[in-house]
């Protein structure tokens, strides 16, 4: 099974450049999510969907921008990088039909993508 | 609002020690309770949760969490780390409404010493 599967694994942008970050499950979940994690501070979150056509803003949405046209996919898009946006950006997904039964809607998670912006 | 307070930054332990892991949370509302793990250059996987029922809650690896709700702490235990302990853990909660969003703690770095 593949899970959640993040592309690229790393790169490197120049300041000003724009890119997509790539997130795509097989799962059939219905809630995907964007978080970036920085050195001591745990992992924030940046937009979250929860399904095909519905998407919104999480704790630090600025300078990203994202869509859910499939239930598989959901990319982040960098409009215009800063080195501030250097750092991990993880993509998980969840099941959360599991909460309203007495479960918790666990997240699975991608193993990373590494970004640096020079 | 939720917030989550991992008291420690960095743990180095030696193999076949105890350790302990330290997490503090705030909410205005019922949660769930989460620790997530994350090896070396891994993304995050669940390690345990708290749902409700029992307080004390175990989970994969020989880890276990107690739930205090007076202390609105979800410290981790593990009574013999293994070298191939060594990652960082993260604590989350996420209210109990359905679709609401995790919020992490600032993880616990844990460097297990031969």
């Known amino acids: 099974n593949a899970g959640v599967t993040q592309t690229p694994k790393f790169r490197v942008l120049k300041t000003g450049q724009s890119m997509t970050l790539l997130c795509a499950q097989d799962?059939?979940?219905?809630?995907m999510y964007w978080y970036r994690q920085d050195p001591g501070m745990g992992l924030k979150l940046i937009y979250y969907?929860?399904?095909?056509?519905?998407?919104d803003k999480g704790e630090v949405p600025n300078g990203y921008n994202v869509s859910r046209s499939t239930t598989e996919d959901f990319p982040l898009r960098l409009l215009s990088a800063a080195p501030s946006q250097t750092s991990v950006y993880f993509c998980a997904s969840s099941l959360e039909t599991l909460a309203l039964f007495g479960g918790a809607g666990e997240l699975f998670f991608g193993e990373g993508s590494r970004l640096t912006v020079l | 609002a939720q917030s989550v307070t991992q008291l420690d930054s960095q743990v180095p332990v030696f193999e076949e020690a105890p350790v302990e892991l330290r997490c503090n949370y705030s909410s205005s509302v019922s949660v769930y309770l989460f620790w997530y793990v994350q090896y070396p250059n891994q993304g995050l996987q669940l390690l345990l949760k708290?749902?409700?029922?029992?307080?004390l809650v175990k989970g994969i690896n020989g880890f276990e969490a107690e739930f205090n709700k007076s202390q609105t702490s979800f410290h981790l235990r593990k009574p013999s780390v293994h070298i191939s302990d060594t990652a960082e853990y993260f604590c989350a909660v996420r209210p109990k409404a359905a679709g609401n969003k995790l919020t992490f703690g600032g993880g616990t770095r844990v460097l297990v010493k031969p």
């Open positions: 708290y749902l409700s029922g029992s307080t």
């Open positions: 799962m059939n979940h219905e809630y």
């Open positions: 969907s929860v399904g095909a056509g519905i998407t």
